[in-house]
């Protein structure tokens, strides 16, 4: 049942060529110029013509909503709010008819997003689900929806699912610019045949898995692990830092790096491992001179890379060099090689990777 992996979630981190080929197909074809969103359909005027965008989720969701919000304001120019739905569904939020609301949900079963869709329906906000499970509660919540296509996620940790949610959700963020003609022609296939690569980059990322093994050998026994990065993949460092500590009990967080010298700076010493997501975009040379000012506090440097990056070589004490792509598209691959660190620095501490202590696959109290 495990295709020959030690765990659920190595073989589900290992599929995620195949389930982000998956939730694209019949969905996207670059060379005609073709996307569609079927759960859009009915809706399109509305997300089209929405004052804002507010996502709702909860954990890793909530981190794939994040990256969801610089793509839905960079291609389609609406304003987004990303929301914990737990806090959400408490806070009397200002709604109307005018909201477009989309929660996130791997189970589609989580009890705090499932509230927090009541409450936006029951203000007259049309609610959009991004569910993996099929016929799941909150799939029937919603006023339409569409599926990540992932296929079934056993591990308790999130990965597959997750690149499976900010693929779906970037399919709808070029389905929108494009429709509010905030997109050009050009630039749409352009970035519709780049969305094509993604599979076979992913898997060129899987790749790393030896060189991850070696560092995390290194690494195992760290008290705690900073993970810091800027624009699309501050997200990608919260998502980092959240899957190891829930599946190796090590105490990691994640922060926009700038935001570093605003208070965790404090923590940086020599024994301080910090993972930088670096790869070459438009925050990249400010990224650098945050990597310049933790290795000056003698921090130890893993920076994930640009492939045939020279400048973070000479500063970090691990790169790992992963495959170029659009911006925008980076966090489905930059992600990759964290949860292999954190996978393997969990089954090195002899931890439950598959089953954590203390933690459901899905919650379903508040
Ligand atoms: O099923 P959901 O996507 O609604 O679950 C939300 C969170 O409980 C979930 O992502 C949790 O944070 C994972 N264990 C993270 O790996």
Redesign the pocket.
Known sequence: EKGGYDHFMLKEIYEQPRSIADCMRGRLDASSGRLVVGGLRDYMNKFQNAQRIIIT??????HAGLVAEYLFEEFARIPVEVEYASEFRYRNPVLNENDFVIA???????AD?LAAIELAKSKGATIFGVC??VGSS?ARATHAGSYTHAGPEIG????K??TAQISVLTLMALKLGYQRGMIAETRYMELLHELETIPGKVERALQLNEQLIKIAEIYKDARNFLYLGRGYNFPVALEGA??LK?ISYIHAEGYPAAEMKHGPIALIDEEMPVVFIATKDSSYEKVVSNIQEVKARKGKIIAVVTEGDTTVKNMADHVIEVPSTEEAFVPLISVVPLQLLSYHIAVMRGCNVDQPRN?A???TVE
């Open positions: 989720a909860c954990g890793t969701s909530w996130i949900s791997q189970s589609g079963e989580t997003t993996n499970v909150i308790v940790a999130s990965t699912a997750f959240l899957k829930e933690l696959k899905s919650v």
